[in-house]
């Protein structure tokens, strides 16, 4: 209970301003105390404004006070210092480099827990609480501290800018309505908030769809990705083991080579060995009958000789060396022959497959790199579908635009729009506020004379595409920079650079637009009971696209259709 009352007592006896200890303590007239510094520092910044005020309450007061210091303050505070009170609680939250400080606060400045919409001043949680007890302060609309309050003040009437021109693009205050934006679209800021706020909403929806698509696409190639590696760690391992037993037969047939290679070298060896030694033996026979028959030659006694002479003379029966047939130095070249001639062929076998797996392998890669199929039916486009909205600023002077910027009339005179480097000049065209990439689908209605809708090119373009003058650098699908679908009466043609490509299908007053951004794809479809394909263009889209429409025909609309 004692803490909770000095706690009570330290709040009493605070100066609002530095929410510190009363330092020479001064009561102003309406009853309010502050430090002496503290309420001169506050009217000094306030000097220019030839009236001062109390940061509580706001009762002004001219002219300026003259400050009188409380002699019983004084004392009250110096007798709560000796009981031990400090000059400051412990736990204030004082404003750091990257916080909205309190406008109120003197000296070192504390965090702004809310700022005020209408007083345009940030406040910390001790300068806030008139606002919740004060009858006059608790309409205003408090909001998360903003450094960015004074970006509500027109910077011409100095007024809080409550009222959206619609003609412009911005926000405006009441007196620029009646002045410089006088005949303009003005609506009050709440209104085109609740406006915008639908179109975010919208965008939203679209953004969201789209992360849930990126996801479920991530997740695709997430298996694919485990589908690749699968499929390229099998073919690895089998691989291999094709390899191996390739290697391993190679080596087996090595073998074999080499092995009936050393049977025949010794099976011809051992022949021609037997048959060397026959030579050999007959050699030594023969030499053996030639001595005898030297010794013989040398017999005096003629009888001996002739006695012995029928054994010596009879000689056995030779080798003929002409039964001996010698191989060129040849012997096993036809081997060496033989293994080259596969060797080549396995080179040429080898070189061959090699191609064919190269050849896969670059396909599996090619497969990756197909766009996701397109959708089939209406419900599945529909799964990508963006409301578009037109940019008045970009619209043709004759060109009227209604229900919320979606629905674009050609009329007869000009419109009160405002000059704008992004309007087009001669072309009665206009282009969308959206940027278009990933996979977008829309539907554009026509009506107008004519079975059909009358004439209209639905189309998309860069925005760089030129905007002014009659060169055919501004008019769609007659340049680089834009794709148009012509739809007249009972035709239609396709034209991008200036080229016309002949287009046939059911005439309908709807045209749908299928874009998938990435995949290069564009797409135009009559839809009516069904879509049939009109024209498919596949291409690589460098910018993101914008949807625009050129209207030829006076009283001629054309409205992009929410469509869900």
């Excluded at 005179?413 to 990933?438: I, N």
Aim: proline fraction near 4%; charged fraction near 25%.
């Amino acid at each position: 209970m004692a803490q909770k009352a000095v706690q009570l007592d330290r709040e009493t006896f605070s100066c609002s301003v530095c929410l510190d200890l009363l330092k020479d303590p001064v009561t102003i007239p309406c009853g309010h105390s502050y430090c002496k510094n503290c309420i001169q520092s506050y009217w000094d910044e306030e000097d220019e404004k030839k009236t001062h005020s109390c940061p509580q309450c706001r009762q002004s007061f001219t002219p300026r006070p003259v400050l009188v210091k409380s002699t019983m303050l004084a004392a009250l505070v110096e007798e709560l210092k000796k009981t031990g009170l400090q000059a400051a609680p412990a736990d204030l939250c004082y404003a750091g480099p990257e916080d909205v400080a309190c406008d109120v606060c003197t000296g070192r400045k504390l965090r702004a827990a809310k700022s005020c919409l209408v007083c345009l001043v940030s406040y910390c949680e001790k300068h806030l609480q008139r606002h919740y007890t004060v009858a006059q302060f608790k309409k205003h609309k408090l909001v998360e501290p903003s450094e960015k309050l004074q970006e509500n003040i027109c910077s011409r009437h100095d007024e809080v800018m409550k009222m959206f021109c619609r003609t412009d693009q911005q926000c405006i205050c009441y007196l620029c309505s009646v002045d410089e934006h006088k005949g303009h679209d003005t609506v009050s800021a709440a209104a085109e908030r609740t406006e915008r706020q639908r179109e975010l909403e919208g965008s939203q929806h679209n953004i969201q769809q789209r992360i849930q698509d990126r996801e479920e696409d991530v997740k695709l190639l997430q298996q694919e990705v485990e589908a690749i590696n699968g499929s390229a760690d099998k073919a690895v391992e089998h691989s291999e083991k094709i390899f191996t037993q390739l290697i391993r037969l190679m080596e087996n047939r090595r073998s074999d080579v080499k092995q009936h290679v050393r049977s025949q070298q010794q099976t011809e060896v051992s022949r021609v060995k037997e048959l060397q030694e026959k030579l050999e033996q007959e050699i030594t026979e023969l030499k053996r009958k030639d001595a005898e028959l030297k010794k013989l030659s040398h017999t005096e006694d003629h009888n001996q000789f002739l006695h012995n002479y029928p054994s010596l003379s009879a000689l056995s029966e030779s080798t003929h060396s002409s039964s001996i047939k010698i191989r060129p130095l040849n012997y096993f070249e036809d081997v060496t022959a033989a293994v080259s001639e596969l060797r080549d062929k396995l080179q040429d076998v080898l070189r061959e497959t090699w191609t064919n797996i190269s050849l896969t392998v670059t396909q599996v890669d090619v497969l990756l790199s197909n766009p996701q199929p397109e959708p089939k039916t209406r419900a599945d486009f529909l799964r990508y579908s963006r409301e578009i909205t037109l940019d008045p600023n970009t619209a043709h002077p004759c060109l009227l635009l209604s229900e919320g910027n979606r629905k674009v009339t050609l009329m007869s005179q000009y419109q009160s729009y405002s000059d704008h480097p992004d309007r087009f000049t001669w072309w009665s065209q206009v282009l969308s506020r959206e940027s278009l990439t990933g996979r977008c689908y829309w539907e554009v209605e026509l009506r107008g004379r004519g079975r059909g809708g009358g004439r209209v090119r639905v189309a998309v373009a860069y925005k760089n595409i030129s905007r002014a003058g009659i060169s055919s650098e501004c008019g769609f699908g007659y340049n680089d920079k834009s794709w148009m679908l012509r739809c007249d009466n009972n035709s239609y043609q396709f034209y991008y650079n200036n080229i016309q490509t002949p287009v046939s299908g059911p005439r309908s007053s709807r045209v749908g637009v299928y874009l998938d951004h990435s995949a290069g794809i564009l797409s135009f479809y009559s839809v009516s009971d069904t879509m049939t394909l009109l024209h498919r263009v596949q291409t690589t889209f460098t910018q993101p696209l914008y949807a625009g429409v050129h209207v030829l025909d006076s009283g001629t609309t054309a409205e992009f259709i929410p469509v869900k």
